[in-house]
């Protein structure tokens, strides 16, 4: 007996399942002027339970949803600090590409305000021994005939003069070196000197001969050269003024000076490719008064 | 027992399945999130004698995906319990036996259900542009079932088995 029952009680059971969620359906995705007073209902009577079946769902999901996130965060976390480090040494790179781009503009510029020809050359070693201020470079150029004593300047002045040649690989004696001398002047007075390395293997730093002790210098002048002697073009800095001594009695003032260049982050110069016997001849020192 | 073990696991199945797709996401491939819970119909179709037990469960398993996945409420549910009812009726029982044929069932399975998406939607919608995107996705939808299907079949067995074997030193306990 029972069995029958329970044939029709699964079969009405099954019907109902299948008609309740058809007309849910057909009351949620039926246009509201479409609707008819039955679908009305359905949606009236399913509103609140379907509010807070939602919002339960809507719950778990996201605690699910959350943990799901969290499996791919420390692959992200990786992703994104590997990228950061990437974009970081890019960044770092880019710096430093951009310090270059300027002095290699300067070194343009440079080149551009020197008459003469020129020659760019990469610094490749110094050597700072206690008698010797040397710079050992390398030329970027081939086929340049650069010769001894040809001047080299940077940026930010002179530099020294060649000293020695040995294929690509040139040696110049720089301004700090006991041996090398260069006429100048005081950028702001005029006045004259003749600069001269002391080689203190200590420190750089040049002397300042031959100024008349009634000339006007002063601690922070400017050196530039004078044109003299037809080595370096005139006006190229070459050391600044740090200290000065006045004597009461005497034809020169003791003058101290540091070069513009610093020979320690030295990388990139030119050599001026002047031959001194092109040269136009150039007056003789004019006679300064002592007085 | 198995009423609630059965409702455990699909709960289970359609959470899991409902969050898939961001373990997927690097796919570009539409659907290829695999239906879970319709291995799991089509096991309480064939292998669960209880007629209500089956509606019942696969209508709140319908119910649950439609407010998990966000679809019109009444869509899965209708599909889910008619997909029971056609499994039950076709009598796939000899089908679920071997691992080939269970992926079989799976793909076919998941076939009908885009179909009858489609055929709802051109029935009831408005929206033209679904039925469109739904008819791309299907074949990797299917594929995904298909492969997953023996795996949830095997799972719902055991759990099965299990329940009768519990039930059955239950009743020995209590003679």
């Not at chain 1, 300042?208 to 003299?228: F, K, N, P």
Request: charged letters at 20%; hydrophobic letters at 50%; one cysteine or more.
């Amino acid at each position: 007996m029972t069995t029958p029952l329970r044939r029709y009680r699964d079969i009405v059971l099954v019907v109902l399942l299948l008609a309740v969620p058809f007309f849910f359906l057909r009351a949620s995705i039926r246009r509201p002027e479409e609707m008819n007073p039955v679908d009305r209902m359905v949606l009236r009577v399913a509103a609140p339970i379907q509010f807070f079946a939602a919002a339960a769902a809507r719950g778990i999901s996201g605690i699910i949803g959350d943990y799901v996130y969290l499996v791919d965060v420390k692959a992200d976390n990786n992703k994104l600090a590997y990228e950061n480090a990437r974009l970081k040494n890019k960044v770092r790179e880019i710096g430093q590409l951009q310090i270059e781009n300027q002095r290699l503009s300067r070194l343009l510029g440079l080149r551009e305000a020197i008459p003469d020809e020129v020659a760019s050359a990469a610094v490749i070693g110094k050597n700072t021994t206690e008698y010797f201020r040397v710079a050992a470079l390398t030329l970027d150029t081939v086929g340049v005939a650069i010769r001894a004593n040809m001047p080299v300047v940077s940026v930010d002045g002179a530099v020294g003069t060649v000293m020695r040649v040995d294929g690509d690989r040139v040696d110049v004696q720089l301004t700090v070196d006991s041996g090398f001398g260069v006429d100048v002047i005081v950028e702001r007075t005029g006045a004259r000197g003749f600069v001269r390395g002391v080689g203190d293997p200590g420190r750089y730093a040049v002397r300042v001969e031959y100024v008349q002790r009634t000339d006007e210098v002063a601690v922070g002048d400017l050196l530039v050269t004078s044109g003299i002697g037809c080595r370096f073009p005139k006006g190229i800095a070459v050391a600044r003024v740090v200290r000065v001594a006045k004597r009461d009695f005497g034809i020169y003032q003791e003058v101290e000076a540091e070069p513009t260049v610093d020979f320690s982050r030295l990388d990139a110069v030119l050599i001026v490719l002047s031959d001194p016997k092109d040269c136009a001849p150039v007056a003789k020192r004019r006679p300064r008064s002592s007085g | 027992m198995r009423n609630l073990l059965l409702l455990s696991l699909g709960v289970l199945l359609i959470l899991v399945q409902s969050n898939l797709y961001r373990l997927l996401h690097f796919s570009n491939i539409n659907g290829l999130t695999p239906s879970l819970i319709l291995p799991l119909v089509l096991f309480l179709g064939v292998h669960e004698h209880s007629m209500a037990r089956g509606a019942i469960l696969t209508f709140v398993f319908g119910y649950l995906l439609d407010l998990f996945a966000g679809a019109p409420i009444g869509l899965f549910t209708f599909i889910y319990v008619s997909i029971w009812w056609l499994s039950r009726i076709t009598g796939v029982r000899l089908t679920t036996q071997t691992w080939l044929s269970r992926v079989s069932l799976g793909f076919i399975f998941t076939i009908v259900e885009a179909a009858m998406v489609l055929i709802l939607l051109a029935v009831f919608g408005s929206d033209t542009r679904r039925p469109l995107e739904i008819s791309r996705s299907v074949l990797a939808h299917a594929a995904s079932t298909a492969l997953v299907a023996p795996f949830v079949l095997q799972l719902a067995f055991r759990l099965h088995q299990a329940s009768i074997s519990a039930s059955s030193a239950g009743d020995g306990g209590t003679r």
